[in-house]
């Protein structure tokens, strides 16, 4: 009697716990029909007749009223305090309708393949195009109609570029371009020499030959190392791929052939990009070991700032990091916080990186220059497919979008924007870098899922590219032209190797 | 007898110079960090050779009160709240678990003991796509309930050392009591639980420590940073807050030391009670 009782209480425990099941299941259903339908209205918007029907199943027109949205920034912007500004400002412009913007309070780098699918993705997302498309193959982002956006003909062809993606002959824009990252150059002005006016400005135009070209730069990184032991000129990580393959693109080399969509055309070592990493090589001469890993990447901040270092190569949102480093170094020789400030913002200068040599020798005298082709991203906002409300996200991503909050995360973030009116209004840095996009000099990080690949065999070249100025001259690996030609062919070998090997093609 | 002699002292010499050599080893990185930690740059690449030139408190001023993007206090308390919640229930499940299995004989008792063993030779982390798909399931994510309810449900897996502690103590005992009219549950709480406090004790700081200082559970099962625990939050920072990071990764140990000082008696005590005959 009493087994029987036990095996009566077991049994309705199981029943209990698998309708618990259910429910859980069919509440993440609510959740996940939201994913699934989101899923499906997404694959019916990318393989459809015509987007504009297929995107109105997903944006009704109508907003969702009372409802949450959970948006994911970086670091930055929420650190700067703009993100604050722009929930604040948005929720006041949308309290009518009870939509509500908050932080979603997540990693800035959390991957929305990940946590989108269990319902615990933010519902608008703020990343770069080679992450934001990487979610575009598991359908975990919608498609944008950007064309009913305000900022739509404000933004650069080559800028939407890098969110298009072609479906069954209909083109679909998946993110709205925002903040356009690519590399500059950061020097110390008061660590020029005090003769470089007369001395460092060949063509008196006013800036200084060695943040004008690399061959300039290459003598004055000399100089400094002549003049000083443990003093360096430019300074930069060669592991660092972002960077590196800036000198192979600038030769001819490319990443993905077909404007950066076909991954069985590799292009490392295409053209004459081995002069390239010649220019590399010759730049490590003047370098310590820290450019062969990441060392100088992380302690360039310091460096410049105790003026171990007079320039770096890096993007443009870790300008506040770079000028906190040398407020605190000028307040360690004792002056006030308000003029450490001053001066670090005086002597603290980014500007557009240095043009090469045509012949990529960094001797030669008087070279024909080229522009340095840097490799760069846009970062923007997309709209998770497991969103409730793709209505109010969008109306977010507009309003973010929108001129006033662009202008105002460039005033707060020193963003270069991806907006034409706002790059020329606020003019220096954010229009350099709009020019250089439209004139093609920034080569933007491909958007397809094969870019992961890339990263990894290129490292190990440029990593042993770095080691070889350190190697002892019997022992260099990469002492002609032909040996370099070799190692970035090895490198493209290896890339397409990891894409295809397993992949059955 | 002179040649003893030397013998013995060149056996103390090289005894010491290994003991100094590997206390060396393990001694200069906690050292290390604790000097960076005071460093007054705030960064390893303003160090004088191996530590830092000039010291201070405010990495940990900064800690404490600069927390609009890294909420250290927040992540303290939460890492707190859920090492003493695993450890209370992960201690009590270890204790029943050991001492039914020690005491009792029941069918299916082999059984279980040999898979619970050869269960724990497999690493934790194995089970962690199943683990985070049975949370989805059940909303446990971003809860942290979630993580004591894993942590606490897992601890009785490790039952075995308690388990050998509790057979060390005489059936007499238990039989003497019963004896005398006790109860399963008397005998277990007046006799056998108060000679068990080193084990107890043992238990409860092994129940504290792992989830006080583990990493992958809380990064695969807390995704909001209000949420996070000082080792995730430690992982999460930028790339130039190593002063920052310093001073979490020393401030973490306070804790554990306190605990240790406080239980140590207990320890001690314990295991001293009942050696001297009267």
């Given at each position: 009697m009493r087994k029987k009782g036990y095996r009566l209480l077991a049994g309705l425990l199981c029943i209990g716990l698998l309708s618990g099941c259910g429910g859980n299941a069919g509440g993440n259903d609510g959740k996940g029909s939201g994913g699934n339908s989101a899923g499906t209205d997404t694959q019916n918007a990318q393989t459809g007749d015509g987007a504009a029907a297929d995107l109105s199943n997903i944006y009704t027109g109508e907003l969702e009223r009372n409802v949450t949205i959970r948006v994911l920034e970086n670091d930055t912007a929420i650190e700067q305090g703009y993100f604050q500004e722009l929930i604040d400002a948005f929720n006041e412009a949308y309290a009518e309708y009870g939509i509500v913007a908050v932080d979603a309070n997540m990693d800035q780098y959390s991957n929305l393949a990940d946590d989108g699918p269990y319902g615990y993705g933010p519902d608008v997302l703020y990343q770069a195009n080679d992450v934001l498309m990487k979610y575009v193959d598991g359908?975990?982002?919608?498609?944008?109609?950007?064309?009913?956006?305000?900022?739509?003909?404000?933004?650069?062809?080559?800028?939407?570029?890098?969110?298009?993606?072609?479906?069954?002959?209909?083109?679909?824009?998946?993110?709205?371009?925002?903040?356009?990252?690519?590399?500059?150059?950061?020097?110390?002005?008061?660590?020029?020499?005090?003769?470089?006016?007369?001395?460092?400005?060949?063509?008196?135009?006013?800036?200084?030959?060695?943040?004008?070209?690399?061959?300039?730069?290459?003598?004055?990184?000399?100089?400094?190392?002549?003049?000083?032991?443990?003093?360096?000129?430019?300074?930069?990580?060669?592991?660092?791929?972002?960077?590196?393959?800036?000198?192979?693109?600038?030769?001819?080399?490319?990443?993905?052939?077909?404007?950066?969509?076909?991954?069985?055309?590799?292009?490392?070592?295409?053209?004459?990009?081995?002069?390239?990493?010649?220019?590399?090589?010759?730049?490590?001469?003047?370098?310590?070991?820290?450019?062969?890993?990441?060392?100088?990447?992380?302690?360039?901040?310091?460096?410049?700032?105790?003026?171990?270092?007079?320039?770096?190569?890096?993007?443009?949102?870790?300008?506040?990091?770079?000028?906190?480093?040398?407020?605190?170094?000028?307040?360690?020789?004792?002056?006030?916080?308000?003029?450490?400030?001053?001066?670090?913002?005086?002597?603290?200068?980014?500007?557009?990186?240095?043009?090469?040599?045509?012949?990529?020798?960094?001797?030669?005298?008087?070279?024909?220059?080229?522009?340095?082709?840097?490799?760069?991203?846009?970062?923007?906002?997309?709209?998770?497919?497991?969103?409730?409300?793709?209505?109010?996200?969008?109306?977010?991503?507009?309003?973010?979008?929108?001129?006033?909050?662009?202008?105002?995360?460039?005033?707060?973030?020193?963003?270069?924007?991806?907006?034409?009116?706002?790059?020329?209004?606020?003019?220096?840095?954010?229009?350099?870098?709009?020019?250089?996009?439209?004139?093609?000099?920034?080569?933007?990080?491909?958007?397809?899922?094969?870019?992961?690949?890339?990263?990894?065999?290129?490292?190990?070249?440029?990593?042993?590219?770095?080691?070889?100025?350190?190697?002892?001259?019997?022992?260099?690996?990469?002492?002609?032209?032909?040996?370099?030609?070799?190692?970035?062919?090895?490198?493209?070998?290896?890339?397409?190797?990891?894409?295809?090997?397993?992949?059955?093609? | 007898m002179k040649s003893t002699k030397t013998l013995r002292v060149m056996d103390t010499v090289i005894t010491h110079v290994i003991l100094v050599a590997v206390c060396f080893v393990f001694l200069f990185p906690c050292l290390w960090l604790i000097l960076a930690s005071f460093s007054k740059s705030g960064s390893i690449y303003s160090f004088d050779g191996f530590f830092p030139s000039e010291y201070s408190l405010d990495t940990f001023k900064m800690l404490f009160t600069d927390t609009d993007m890294y909420n250290y206090p927040r992540w303290f308390r939460n890492t707190l709240f859920i090492a003493s919640m695993s450890c209370l229930i992960g201690t009590f499940l270890v204790i029943l678990t050991a001492y039914t299995m020690s005491r009792f004989q029941f069918r299916g008792r082999k059984t279980i003991m040999k898979t619970t063993l050869v269960l724990g030779m497999f690493p934790s982390f194995m089970g962690m796509i199943a683990v985070y798909i049975i949370m989805t399931q059940f909303g446990l994510i971003n809860k942290m309930w979630g993580l004591i309810l894993i942590y606490s449900s897992g601890a009785p897996m490790g039952y075995l050392t308690q388990k050998g502690f509790f057979d060390t103590i005489p059936g007499s005992i238990d039989e003497a009591a019963r004896i005398d009219g006790a109860t399963n549950f008397q005998v277990f709480l007046k006799i056998n639980l108060p000679i068990s406090m080193p084990i107890i004790v043992y238990t409860a700081l092994t129940s504290f420590v792992f989830p006080w200082s583990d990493f992958i559970l809380p990064k695969l099962l807390l995704k909001e940073k209000d949420l996070y625990t000082v080792a995730v939050g430690l992982m999460s920072l930028g790339e130039t807050e190593f002063a920052r990071f310093a001073a979490g990764s020393v401030f973490i140990a306070v804790p554990i030391v306190i605990l240790y000082f406080c239980l140590m008696r207990f320890l001690v005590d314990g295991m001293t009670a009942g050696a001297v005959k009267g």
């Open positions: 359908k975990h982002i919608y498609p944008i109609p950007v064309q009913n956006l305000e900022c739509y003909a404000q933004i650069p062809d080559r800028a939407w570029e890098a969110y298009r993606r072609e479906i069954d002959g209909t083109t679909y824009y998946m993110a709205v371009p925002v903040n356009v990252q690519t590399s500059m150059l950061y020097y110390r002005k008061d660590l020029l020499p005090e003769n470089w006016e007369t001395e460092w400005d060949d063509n008196g135009n006013g800036i200084p030959d060695m943040v004008e070209s690399w061959s300039a730069m290459y003598r004055f990184s000399k100089l400094r190392m002549e003049e000083k032991e443990g003093q360096y000129g430019y300074m930069r990580s060669m592991y660092d791929v972002y960077f590196s393959s800036s000198f192979l693109f600038s030769y001819g080399g490319y990443v993905f052939g077909n404007n950066n969509t076909d991954p069985s055309d590799l292009g490392f070592s295409a053209g004459d990009s081995w002069m390239g990493a010649s220019v590399l090589l010759q730049q490590a001469s003047l370098m310590n070991e820290g450019c062969i890993d990441d060392t100088i990447t992380v302690n360039a901040y310091s460096k410049l700032a105790d003026g171990t270092y007079f320039a770096t190569m890096t993007t443009p949102d870790v300008y506040t990091l770079f000028l906190k480093e040398l407020i605190l170094a000028y307040q360690g020789q004792g002056m006030s916080e308000e003029e450490a400030r001053a001066l670090a913002e005086e002597n603290l200068v980014m500007t557009k990186v240095p043009m090469l040599p045509a012949s990529a020798d960094l001797t030669e005298e008087n070279p024909e220059l080229i522009p340095l082709k840097t490799m760069g991203g846009v970062n923007g906002y997309g709209i998770s497919a497991y969103t409730k409300a793709p209505n109010a996200c969008l109306a977010f991503v507009e309003f973010a979008t929108s001129y006033d909050m662009i202008m105002r995360r460039c005033e707060l973030l020193g963003i270069a924007p991806a907006r034409s009116d706002v790059a020329s209004q606020r003019g220096g840095t954010s229009e350099m870098i709009y020019q250089s996009l439209e004139e093609g000099n920034v080569v933007l990080m491909p958007s397809i899922t094969e870019v992961d690949q890339i990263w990894t065999p290129a490292q190990s070249f440029f990593s042993d590219l770095a080691k070889d100025a350190f190697r002892e001259p019997g022992e260099r690996k990469y002492d002609d032209p032909d040996k370099l030609k070799a190692g970035l062919t090895q490198v493209d070998t290896q890339i397409y190797d990891a894409i295809f090997t397993l992949s059955g093609n | -």
